[in-house]
Structure formats: C-alpha cells, structure tokens
C-alpha cells in the first residue's frame, strides 16, 4: 500500500511491568508504520495500552515498565536500545509531544517565550535575538492573535484553547520530523477542539510532519487522521484507512465500537452495546482477547491467538467480518 | 405530549455571583463591583416521563442550572415550582429529585461498602421498616442496574468507571427519585461503557416513569436521550424546543456552528470551517447579542440590542436574524 519508506516503524512491541505477583503484560506484540507527513490515530478505551505505545515510542517508559521485545524504528535507526542521553536529544528535537493538559505541560513561573526561546536553544544553534523571532513565528504559526505582546505573558494568562496552541508551537520549535499528540483535544471544548484539530492537519501538511494521535475519541480520529490504529488489551486489533476502518470494520470490536456511538443525524431506540468491559492485564483471557465478548467465538478464538495485521486494511481475528454483513 | 403534566415549571431564573475584591481593596483601587452572571432570565418547563436536556460549553452556565434545579444553588431571581404529582402507589406530592453526578469516581466515598452507599437515602429517609428490608431493598437496585446482590459487600474501588455510574444510580433511585439531574452521567466513560449507561438509562425512564434533566455537552449523546432540548450560550437560552426539531433544522447561528463542529465518525476528514474565537467571559458579556464576535452574519443590531427569546411554532429562539 504505502510506496514510501516508514518514518516511524514499530515491530512486535512488547512491554511488561514486572509487579509483585508476576510480570503483566501490557503491550503484547503492537507492531504499525507511520510514512512521513502521515497522521495515524492510535484509538482505545481506557487502559487498552495506548497512551503507552506513544510513551514508548518517545522513550519516556518509567520503570517498572520495561520493553521485553521488539524494536523501534525513527527513519531506519533504532531508537529503543539508545542510552538516555542521546534519547533525550533526540526528544524534542526530532520526536516532539503534545499532551492531554495544556495548564500541566507549560511551566507557570515562566513567560511562554522564555518556554519557547529555552527549547529552540537547547536544539538549534541560533542565538537568543534570533531564537525570539523564531518563537515569536511560531506562535503566529499556531494562530495567537497579537503574538507581539502575548509572547511575554504566563500560561495562566492563556485560555486552555490557547495553551494548547502554546504546547503545539513548543513541539514544533525544532522541526520535529514526528510529534506524539496524546490526548490533545480532550480537555477542550468542541468548538475549540475543531480548531486544534484544524491546526494539526494544516501543520501535518505544510510541514510534512508525521503525527501519532492518541485519543479515546473515534470522533476525532474520523476528522483527522489518515489511518487508523485499534487497540485492545495491549495489542492493535485492527489497522487500515480511516475511512474503510469506520465504513466497513473487520474486526467484531471495532463494529461494536462504530455501533455504540449515537449519531447526530438520527435518534436510535437503542444504542448498540458491546456487553462486559476489557479485560484487567491480570487476566486476559487465551486466544483472543475479545473472544469472551464477541458474538461469533469459536473454540479456535478460544485457543489461537490471531495474527497481528501490520499494513493495508487488516484485522487480528479469525473470522474478519465481510462488508457483506455491514450492506 | 402531555402538556398537563407538567413536573417542573422554571420562571425567569437568574443566578449570579458576586466575585468582586473585598471592600476595602475594592475602595482604594477604585474598582467596581464584578457581578458573574451564571445564569440569565433562564425560563423552561418540564414534562413529567421525558427527558429535557440542556447542551453547552464550558462556562455557559449549565452546571449552574443543574445546580439550583436540586436545590444545591438559590436562584438570585425567578422561581423553580415543582408540581405536586400523582404516583403510581397513590400519593401525591412534589417529585423527589436526585442528582447524577460527572465523575463515578470522586462521588461515592471509598471507604463505604456499596451497600451502605446504596442504603444511606433509604435508612435517612426511614423509606424501609427494618435492615433485613433495607438489606432486600439495597440487592433489589443492584439488580435493576444490572450489578449482583453479592456486589452490596464490596467497595467502590473494586468497581470500573461504567459499574461505578450504576451504582450512583442505584443510590438516586433509592429515594424512589422521581426527577433525576444527570450532570454530564456519561462524559468520564469510554463510548462503549456510555452506551451501557445510556440504554440502562433509558430502559429505567420506561420502567419508572422517571424524568431526566440531562446536562451535556455532547450533542450525540443529547440527540440519543432527549425530547426536549436547549442550548445555552453564556448564561442564556439561545435556542430551545423539541429535540427533532432543532436538530433536524436548527435556526440559531450558535446551534448551527455547534453541529457543524462536532467530529462526526460518519463523515470522515471531511473539510469544515471551525468557529474562530472563544466563549466571552460571563463577567464582561459582549453588549447585544453574547454570541455577535463569533457570528459570521452578525449585523450591526446584532452588537448593540440584545435578542429576545421569541416562540415560533414549539420552538424558541433568541437572534435577530433566524
């Protein structure tokens, strides 16, 4: 499907947190690509593990979580086994991240162009004149009015709206190839939330940026992403474009997902409801994880794990649904 | 549509908070009075049996309604009449009303058995003779919310978000509620877990004759739940009626800009135009209408006369141009 080479190429990821009674597994074999200036929503309920593909991916994996396999590729070099330091170069510089809370990831005690002017130089070498007008670019860039004089102002003097805008200009301050955006809408009003998503589809296009969007908002992720990543219980269960992800599901998850979300356009009698919930790490059922949820489970989804899909439009299930049975 | 059978008739209601300095600094910096209007003129009724829901953003004042609904908030002016109703069993009297709370995870205390949750309003209220009553009672609402007997000996924390939202329903129906206040029921949870909650919700209305006031801010979910609806834009009604109605044509620019902004999973990266601006601060509302500096057909009456609220046909609406 894809011609260009992977930007960010993630095989077989599998990371366990060793615990007092026995290791758990979170991440079970999580493998997908981005292609450069591509936007891959990585979309799940809480605790389906991925919040934890992005933090793994930008090396930020606080112990006891550990990576117990597999390999992550930024443009070809491998950047899991690299020693902190030269991780923590890379973060910033060419892996930027946006996250949930705006009023969290800025610094209340300093100006947002002191923010700005301390990242720039820290990973290009320019000066502080020059790194001002480079911030002050920026900022204009991500859409804040009067940037001349909001330059010199605190966070708290920001709108969460406008934070956001804030956080994303800090992320892209040294032309990251690739940002981790987790959760970045969430906390923001639609309204508000329909402009940042905006802005990140213009910034993805203008600059070729590629960008993981991790969001538990299906909503979101048909807005704004080119392809889509569904996880469930630490493994993707199904990935492919976004628009045949939500037309035309594979995976008996991903319909029940599509199915219980009520629609604006009409009033249903019932919403559809996958019965039960995810399982706990402790204790994720053998063969597939969603077998004791699905409707059409066999013993052989019982007993076999299904394979993992890696590219095109693929679900990890053994009896994929046709597009017959969707009309 | 029952027009006699009305639960709740709101008048004119109107809160405001003074978030003025205190006096003295207020003096020697010669600063005035700052009044935050929360809640403006703000004037619905509610059929009994049927859902009204009251849609938002952040800020608008919808919490605050929410609020003075079950009493928690005193309107500054206006009225809130609950109409004496006539139960099943054969009594007649004001509806008892109970509040659904956001976040299932900060509203039940962590240290109570569920049981004892559950069974606190029963055991106040002395609506059961005895604890083995009480006891049969409390396993009998597990039930109806889809959760075991056996779960009464367990404690909040062993329960997931869309459990725990069960068990704050249980707790409301223990009063046997007749007017529950759903404060934003569904926005902590996942969509699959919401949809568990929202058909259990609807299942209960049918059962219990119950009514909703439904607080939200997701349009879906509101077109999902309601009969009636109305928008709120800092502090005021811009539009309100029957929820086929205004989603089927909606009138206020607000409305319009709302339904065009929410990400829909059925039109995938489709292209749109998102509402510059923000909410305006409701201490300083813009003058006219709140909503003229985000308005793409504002006019010039648009910024110095504000728009009544006027009836056209079962709908209401505040604008000068729809």
């Known amino acids: 499907m894809n011609a260009q080479p992977a930007l960010l190429s993630v095989r077989d990821l599998r990371i366990v947190f060793d615990g007092r009674r026995g290791p758990l597994t979170a991440l079970d074999g999580v493998s997908f690509e981005i292609a450069p200036g591509e936007i891959l929503g990585v979309v799940g309920e809480s605790g389906a593990g991925k919040s934890l593909t992005g933090t793994a991916v930008i090396g930020l994996l606080d112990p006891p979580g550990r990576l117990a396999g597999g390999e992550i590729k930024l443009s070809g070099q491998r950047i899991d086994n690299l020693p902190a330091e030269a991780m923590r170069k890379l973060r910033g510089r060419r892996i930027g991240a946006i996250f949930q809370d705006p009023l969290t990831s800025l610094h209340p005690l300093l100006t947002v162009g002191e923010q700005l002017i301390e990242t720039i130089t820290t990973h290009l070498p320019v000066g502080k004149a020059e790194a001002r007008k480079r911030a002050l670019d920026l900022l204009k860039e991500v859409g804040i009015p009067a940037a001349e004089t909001r330059i010199d102002h605190y966070p708290h003097q920001f709108s969460g709206g406008m934070r956001q805008r804030v956080v994303i200009a800090l992320a892209l301050c040294a032309e990251p190839i690739l940002i981790i955006a987790d959760e970045p809408t969430t906390a923001l009003d639609v309204s508000i939330q329909a402009q940042i998503t905006t802005l990140l589809k213009r910034l993805c296009r203008e600059h070729g940026t590629a960008i993981m969007l991790v969001t538990h908002d299906m909503g979101v992720i048909a807005e704004t992403a080119d392809r889509v990543a569904v996880m469930y219980a630490g493994r993707v269960v199904e990935i492919g474009p976004v628009e045949e992800v939500t037309r035309r599901p594979h995976h008996p998850y991903t319909a029940g997902l599509m199915a219980s979300i009520p629609s604006v356009h009409r009033r249903n009698a019932e919403l559809n409801q996958i019965d039960g919930s995810m399982p706990r790490l402790t204790a994720v059922p053998a063969g597939c994880a969603f077998n004791p949820r699905c409707g059409f489970a066999t013993d052989l989804c019982r007993e076999t794990k299904p394979g993992l899909p890696v590219s095109g439009h693929a679900a990890a299930c053994h009896f994929p649904l046709r597009e017959m049975a969707h009309g | ?322």
Not at chain 2, 146 to 169: T, V
Not at chain 2, 206 to 233: C, P
């Open chain 2, 1 to 322: 549509m029952a027009e006699a059978n009305t639960i709740l008739e709101v008048t004119s209601a109107s809160c405001r908070f003074d978030v003025s300095a205190p006096a003295l600094s207020r003096l020697f910096s010669h600063e005035p009075r700052r009044i935050l209007r929360a809640v403006e003129n703000v004037s619905f009724s509610v059929q009994r049996g049927t859902t009204f829901s009251i849609v938002g953003e952040s800020g608008c004042g919808k919490s605050t309604l929410a609020r003075m609904v079950v009493g928690l908030q005193r309107p500054t002016q206006g009225l809130l009449d609950f109409k004496d109703i006539k139960r099943a069993d054969g009594s007649v009297g004001p509806p008892r009303v109970q509040m659904i709370f956001q976040d299932p995870y900060a509203s039940l205390n962590p240290r109570w058995r569920v049981g004892d949750i559950i069974a606190e309003p029963i055991r106040e209220l002395k609506l059961r003779k005895d604890e083995s009553e009480t006891a049969t009672r409390v396993g009998d609402l597990l039930e109806i919310v889809g959760l075991s007997r056996a779960d009464a000996r367990r404690f909040p924390h062993e329960f997931s978000g869309g459990q725990r939202q069960r068990i704050s329903i249980a707790r409301a129906l223990a009063t046997e509620a007749d007017f529950l206040v759903c404060d934003e029921p569904t926005s902590a949870l996942d969509v699959s877990v919401q949809a568990q909650i929202l058909n259990l919700m609807v299942r209960l209305q049918k059962e219990f004759g119950l009514t909703y006031l439904f607080i939200s801010h997701n349009l879906s979910v509101v077109r999902h739940m309601s009969d009636q609806l109305a928008i709120m834009y800092l502090g005021r009604f811009v539009e309100s009626g029957p929820a086929e109605e205004v989603f089927g044509r909606p009138r206020h620019p607000y409305t319009r800009l709302l339904l065009d902004t929410i990400p829909d999973v059925e039109k995938p990266n489709r292209e749109r135009r998102p509402m510059s601006g923000e909410v305006p601060s409701p201490i300083a509302p813009p003058p006219g209408c709140a909503f003229h500096p985000r308005c793409v057909q504002a006019v010039e009456r648009c910024r110095t006369e504000a728009p009544a609220l006027r009836r056209e046909g079962e709908l209401e609406i505040a604008c000068h141009l729809a």
